[in-house]
């Protein structure tokens, strides 16, 4: 009867290893099923994508943006001139590149400084002269091999600070023909970027237009352009202006995510990827949800600009609050508050440029500052333009015979156009653009 009893477990043992191997190769079949199916309806979103007209990879990008047959590029030119640069020493008394600050806005340099600009000017001679035949070219496309290098854009900065400070140099010897090939010269190398598909090359565009406009701010203090040269300068800014596109740059973002997603080994994304990410079927849910961020970025891109920045705050908070499983998701896509932030600012920098330049040509015909904005319309604007942070009127406060135009920037409160504190960064301030006279 043992035996029996023994003969009847064995028997018992083998049907329930049974019952576990038909539960394992269930959930692997069901397993191979999900992944084939979220498979294919990946590719279907992805040329659900392309047949609305979007790229999905940095080659379809590129193509997307190729320059026509035989058409001028300005890109070798300006590599030429990235390679021409000539960088000061750390130490040198030359503002941006050195330790030296700027004098206060309309006073003359000192000679210390005048001299160390006119030596970096000089050394950097065939760079300057490079840069102005490129932006004389007009069209660009670098056509760095994003699928072997990480994109650099330092050279592009500097060459950028070297026109602003070519510029202002000028300004201080009273130049403005000289003054005003620098700041179109500037225009253009920032622009040279637009149609990058990093959003990297989106945020350097728009450091880019800052240094540009900061030099503008400084050279309007020390002398007094024509209004044909003031009316063209306002012209390339609004060129300008209106060529900024948060979208392409989204698009192009997410090209990258696609193919990083796809190759966890794709270089040229400098983010770093976990080991979950390097697994099959994580890197396909991580994709779903990437587009899913994406296409959400896009139609906050699509709102008013006042909207803008609280929209895009809402969705980096939805980031993290993703459950644990999820998480990837925040390895591959950046915080797109802070960038949306960018572009308003970019956007706010132009529009007080273009406001003091028809100050300025008001100022040239009239003898004096306006007393209000509304009083440039309709010969110098079309319209008081307007704060991109809020949607009120760029404000304005008179100095003596200077003025103060600011936005209110971030925060959106209107700080009576206190400049920010370099000493305390959490004060309150404003975007200021400041003309002394």
Not at 239 to 259: M, P
Not at 357 to 370: D, F, Q, S
Request: proline share 6%.
């Amino acid at each position: 009867m043992g035996r029996d009893v023994e003969r009847q477990d064995r028997q018992f043992t083998i049907k329930r290893w049974h019952v576990i191997l038909a539960i394992v190769v269930v959930v692997a079949g069901l397993a191979g099923l999900y992944v084939a199916v979220r498979g294919g309806s990946l590719d279907r979103r992805l040329d659900a994508l392309r047949a609305a007209g979007y790229p999905t990879s940095v080659a379809e990008f590129a193509e997307r943006n190729k320059l026509p047959e035989g058409a001028a590029n300005a890109a070798p030119t300006y590599m030429r001139a990235f390679a021409a640069f000539v960088r000061p020493a750390p130490d040198a008394n030359v503002p941006y590149f050195g330790k030296a600050q700027w004098p206060d806005r309309g006073a003359p340099l000192p000679d210390p400084m005048a001299k160390a600009i006119s030596e970096c000017l000089a050394a950097n001679g065939n760079c300057l002269s490079l840069l102005h035949e490129a932006a004389g070219i007009g069209q660009c496309r670098y056509g760095w091999d994003y699928t072997k290098d990480v994109l650099q854009l330092g050279d592009l900065m500097s060459c950028t600070q070297l026109l602003a400070l070519n510029a202002v140099s000028h300004a201080h010897r009273g130049d403005p023909n000289a003054i005003m090939a620098s700041f179109r010269d500037g225009l253009r190398l920032a622009d040279s970027l637009r149609t990058e598909p990093s959003l990297v090359g989106y945020l350097v565009r728009a450091h880019c237009h800052t240094v540009t406009i900061d030099g503008l701010e400084r050279a309007l203090s020390l002398t007094a352009f024509t209004d044909r040269q003031s009316a063209e300068l306002s012209d390339a800014l609004a060129a300008t202006d209106a060529s900024l596109d948060l979208i392409q740059a989204i698009v192009g973002e997410r090209c990258f995510a696609v193919e990083h997603l796809r190759d966890p080994e794709f270089p040229s994304n400098p983010r770093q990827v976990g080991t979950l990410i390097r697994l099959s079927g994580f890197r396909r849910r991580t994709l779903f949800r990437v587009l899913d961020h994406e296409a959400e970025c896009i139609e906050a891109a699509k709102l008013p600009e006042p909207q803008r920045l609280a929209k895009f705050r809402q969705i980096d908070k939805s980031l993290d609050d993703l459950p644990i499983l999820q998480q990837p998701v925040r390895l591959v896509v950046p915080k797109m508050s802070y960038v949306a932030a960018l572009d308003l600012l970019s956007h706010a920098h132009l529009s007080l440029a273009r406001t003091a330049l028809a100050i300025e040509r008001y100022r040239l015909a009239t003898g004096r500052p306006p007393e209000e904005l509304n009083s440039l319309v309709p010969k110098y604007l079309a319209q008081v333009l307007l704060d991109p942070f809020d949607g009120h009127p760029i404000r304005c406060r008179r100095e003596g015979s200077g003025y103060v135009l600011y936005s209110v920037g971030e925060d959106a409160r209107d700080n009576a156009g206190r400049e920010p504190n370099p000493k305390d960064r959490t004060a309150p301030s404003d975007l200021c653009f400041i003309v002394t006279r």
